[in-house]
C-alpha cells in the first residue's frame, strides 16, 4: 500500500544513527527514539495509531540533560506529572496533570535553582466550560455592587480608595 510499516531506522550523513520509529499502516505505533548527531539522546516518545504521545514522554538538550517528562493518557492528553528543566540542569518547573488540565499547586523555578513561585491558582481550564467569545457582545450592562451579598467587596473598594500597594496585596 506503499506506507510505512514496522521499525524504520535513519542515519545521519555521517552514520551516525537520528533515529528508529515504528510504523504501522502509515501511522506511528510504538516507540521512536531519536538522537543528536554527537551521539546523546535527543528524545523518547511512545505514540499508538490514535496518539502521537502516549505513554512516557522526553526530551533532552545535546548535553545529555533532561529538557522536558511527561506522561500522556490513552485520551492524548497530558496525565500525571510533567517536569521541565533548563540546560544547565537545574529545575523549570513541575506541574500535575489530570487529563491536560493542570492541578494546584504548580511551582515554578529560576535559571540558578531558586524557587520562582508556588502558583496555588483556579484551574487554567474546566472541562465542559467554554471561555466566553467577548467579541459577540454587542452591550454590557453594570449594576450597583451588592456588598452585603459580597461583603469582602468592600475591603476591596477601600484598598482602591488608600492606593499604593494595598490593593496588589488582595
Known sequence: NGKPDGKWTYWYEKGQIKCEQSYNNGN????????YEN????SRVESN????K???????YENGN???EATYNQAC??????MEWYENGNKRTE????????????RDWYENGNLMMIHNGFPLSIPGLDFPDFTSIKRLYFEKPDTMKFPCLKFAFEACRKGGTLP???
Open 77 to 82: 492528553q497530558g496525565d500525571g506529572l510533567l
Open 95 to 106: 506541574r500535575t496533570l489530570i487529563n491536560a488540565v493542570v492541578q494546584y499547586p504548580y
Open 168 to 170: 496588589a496585596v488582595m
Open 54 to 60: 502516549v505513554g512516557l514522554y522526553q526530551l533532552f
Open 49 to 52: 495509531e490514535k496518539c502521537k
Open 39 to 42: 551521539g546523546q539522546l535527543k
Open 66 to 68: 533532561k529538557k522536558k
Open 28 to 35: 506511528f505505533d510504538g516507540k521512536h527514539t531519536a538522537w
